[in-house]
């Protein structure tokens, strides 16, 4: 029997009078549990088995749900209307709003459940992390300042810690990661995604690395701003991400800062171009600021010559950041690790759990090799209403030590405001670390080896026909670009190649209205191609299978 735990203030007798205006108070007012629980409970059981039923009724059957030409789904979802109305004035009940859901949105959405379902990074997620995210929604903790999240800080802190070592930055002592492990030590925090992440990495470069290196030659020892960030550079390849000139635009670069440096034939950064360009532009009287690599190309799955990369960084003194929001994930096997080395050589890495992870969205993160760069970069202004989280708890005054500090200040308490752009942040590590601790890190990479041998099969079967072609031959990691061509390989290298990238968008299309299945596109070497994303745990041999003939099929029917 379930032991009642120790009761807070009594609730009031009229308490649940002043929701009585609703149809369902006791979903309100839900303080007492003898008035709510059972109807709280009603509510997630019938909460769950609308999501069971999205998920056997539509997200199994379809790759995508129906009405996906833009202005259909739109039209549908506000039918009779052609637009959005107004806001609700009055209350419904909870049952005819999951109704709702189930009528308007469930049909109509991109499963990554579906077995045939390659599309972008969008893994079907694990149910680890649905419960981790519904318990941390519960919990409503802001893991910002540390008295508004107090335990929740201390999660992030150890899946923080667990993504250092899965990156291979080692810790300085046998029990201490981060702000606990001296100023020297590795840290970071999660993020919304890789956007967020490659963004604070790019500051980090431009607020810390900077002013070291002119400090070292007797030049400004201040963060660059206006003008003075003129002449910098930052290398990467052509297969980078785009939020890396996302963030230099935002941060207030040139735009000649960013050094698009051709990758090789397998769509890899190597060290040696990256160092000619270096050697070029240090003869031009620029600045060589930092080279952005990228470990799981989103385009290709790619990964850069970190090593390489990082002997070119240590020797010039470029910060070196890498972008593995996708392929640190392969580091969790045993067997595939060695696809992506070296990354413990950056200064820092983007890893994004709901990726190759396997989690529910949002769940990004950045690792520091020197984790007291974030402080160092973001934790300068001290807002007032942050003053709790700044104070041990037992203070009362304001005053100062003999170093000019605040007397009350405690240093080793972990507030994650002061490490990057946020300010109040969700629970996003609770999901991970359930998830982490359920499969086990052995767990986890059993499910990336069966990723990688699906995109191993679909590419080999491409090789193995005459009517598919890959991209390279051979993938890194578990995403392959490939073609189809119509007639075979002599007859669609007599296509217009216009023609051809035009078979391809419509091919796409065509799988997408059929529900059978789900890739994107994308441009590789100026030429459309059809990519496979595989992030699924559903997938098996049959499904690749499947969907090349699948595409054959809706090929040779005319309808792509």
């Not at 890498?322 to 096997?333: K, W």
């Not at 160092?376 to 041990?392: I, L």
Request: proline share 6%; net charge negative; hydrophobic share 40%.
């Amino acid at each position: 029997m379930r032991e009642k735990a120790s009761r807070g203030p009594e609730t009031p007798p009229d308490f649940q009078d002043r929701f009585r205006w609703h149809p369902e108070p006791e979903l309100l007012g839900i303080r007492d549990a003898g008035t709510s629980r059972e109807a709280l409970t009603a509510v997630g059981a019938a909460t769950w088995e609308a999501a069971l039923d999205y998920l056997y009724d539509h997200a199994f059957v379809r790759g995508m749900g129906e009405n996906t030409a833009y202005q259909d789904l739109r039209a549908g979802y506000y039918a009779p209307s052609d637009g959005p109305g107004r806001a609700p004035t009055g209350p419904t009940p909870l049952a005819e709003l999951l109704a709702d859901f189930s009528r308007r949105i469930a049909p109509h959405t991109l499963s990554a459940y579906h077995p045939r379902s390659f599309g972008y990074f969008t893994p079907p997620p694990l149910v680890a992390s649905i419960v981790g995210e519904v318990l941390s929604q519960f919990l409503q903790q802001g893991v910002d300042v540390w008295h508004a999240g107090p335990v929740a800080a201390f999660v992030e802190e150890e899946v923080v810690g667990w993504l250092c070592d899965l990156v291979g930055y080692p810790r300085l002592d046998g029990d201490g990661v981060g702000l606990r492990g001296g100023p020297d030590a590795s840290f970071g925090l999660l993020t919304s995604g890789g956007v967020m992440a490659n963004f604070i990495a790019m500051t980090l470069a431009r607020d810390i690395h900077v002013p070291r290196v002119r400090a070292a030659t007797g030049g400004d020892p201040r963060p660059p701003r206006g003008a003075a960030l003129e002449g910098l550079r930052v290398y990467t390849s052509d297969q980078t991400h785009f939020s890396i000139g996302r963030a230099l635009d935002e941060l207030g670069f040139p735009a000649d800062t960013l050094a698009v440096v051709p990758s090789d034939d397998r769509f890899r950064l190597r060290g040696a171009p990256v160092a000619a360009a270096i050697a070029r532009d240090r003869a031009a009287g620029l600045t060589p600021m930092a080279i952005a690599a990228v470990a799981g190309a989103t385009n290709t799955g790619s990964v850069d010559a970190i090593g390489e990369l990082a002997d070119v960084a240590q020797r010039d003194g470029l910060w070196l950041h890498v972008d593995a929001a996708y392929g640190a994930a392969v580091r969790l096997s045993a067997r595939d690790a060695a696809r992506v080395p070296d990354l413990h050589r950056a200064d820092s890495v983007t890893v994004d759990p709901h990726k190759w992870f396997f989690q529910a969205y949002d769940i990004g993160g950045l690792v520091v090799r020197r984790g007291a760069d974030l402080e160092a970069a973001f934790g300068g202004r001290r807002p007032e209403y942050y003053r709790g989280g700044d104070f041990s708890v037992g203070g009362t005054g304001s005053s100062t030590d003999d170093h000019g500090h605040d007397a009350h200040d405690d240093p080793g308490q972990l507030n994650f405001w002061k490490l990057g752009f946020e300010g109040t942040r969700r629970l996003r590590a609770l999901k991970l670390w359930l998830s982490w601790r359920h499969l086990g890190t052995e767990g986890l990479g059993r499910l990336i080896e069966a990723n990688n041998d699906l995109a191993a099969h679909l590419a080999r079967r491409c090789a193995e026909s005459d009517d598919f072609e890959a991209f390279p031959a051979e993938p890194e990691l578990s995403v392959v670009c490939f073609r189809h061509l119509p007639g075979g390989r002599s007859a669609a290298a007599a296509m217009d190649p216009a023609a051809l990238d035009d078979h391809q968008d419509r091919l796409q299309g065509a799988l997408e209205r059929s529900g059978e299945g789900w890739l994107s596109t994308t441009r590789l070497r100026g030429a459309t191609c059809l990519r496979a994303g595989i992030v699924n745990t559903q997938a098996t041999e049959t499904d690749v299978d499947g969907l090349l003939d699948t595409l054959r099929r809706l090929a040779a029917g005319g309808s792509a």
